[in-house]
Structures are given as structure tokens and as C-alpha cells.
Nanobody, 117 residues
Framework: QVQLVESGGGLVQPGGSLRLSCVAS????????VAWYRQTPGKQREFVAH??????INYIDSVKGRFTISRDDKNTVYLQMDSLKPEDTAVYYC????????????WGRGTQVTVSS
């Protein structure tokens, strides 16, 4: 079983920055999709950003120009978050879809991001 562990969340003022990390228990070089989602109380989990194995990168409109998803060449996915706004406050979750005879979905436990002055 693949494990995903997020870190890097915290409390920041509006306009500040954070970099989230998601460390996988195996190499992510062959993962079909890596992505970040977020969720606040009373709301559905929301797509934030993804990166596919064939090079496609997408972001939800509200974070375009402020957030950047990236991978290293080993086992970590990053989400660089700049110009943070109070509405970015949420628990952020790492997601991966892996194909090995069939597709399997994996989720991390989440890391809290709070943007407040």
C-alpha cells in the first residue's frame, strides 16, 4: 500500500506564503496523477491543482497565478502557495492515482492551512 504524508501547513497572514509537501512511500515517477485538494467544514472536498504523467497541469481558477504544483525526481509533490487569502483556509490533502493492472486512489491525512490577520 502506498502512503502519502503531507506537511508544511500553518498559520499565516493574508499575503503570506507557504509550501506544502507530500511525501510518498515509493517513487512517484510513474504515478498517473498527483494532485492537491482542500476542504473546509460543511463543504465538499475541492480540487486545487493536479499534475499528470503526460505533462498536463491544471489549477482551480481561484488559485491560478498564486499556487504552483511541482514534483521532484524522487518521492515528493509540492504546492507552493503565494499571496494567500483568508478564503484559502482549509485542510489540504495530497492525492495520487496509480495504475498497476488497475487504477488505485490514495489520499494523505491532510495538513491545516489557516490564513488570518
Amino acid at each position: 500500500q502506498v502512503q502519502l504524508v503531507e506537511s508544511g501547513g500553518g498559520l499565516v497572514q493574508p499575503g503570506g506564503s507557504l509550501r506544502l509537501s507530500c511525501v510518498a512511500s515509493i517513487s512517484i515517477s510513474t504515478f498517473a496523477i498527483v494532485a492537491w485538494y482542500r476542504q473546509t467544514p460543511g463543504k465538499q472536498r475541492e480540487f486545487v491543482a493536479h499534475s499528470t504523467s503526460d505533462g498536463n497541469i491544471n489549477y482551480i481558477d481561484s488559485v491560478k497565478g498564486r499556487f504552483t504544483i511541482s514534483r521532484d525526481d524522487k518521492n515528493t509533490v509540492y504546492l507552493q502557495m503565494d499571496s494567500l487569502k483568508p478564503e484559502d483556509t482549509a485542510v489540504y490533502y495530497c492525492y495520487a492515482k496509480i495504475y498497476a493492472t488497475s487504477y488505485t486512489n490514495y489520499w494523505g491525512r491532510g495538513t491545516q492551512v489557516t490564513v488570518s490577520s
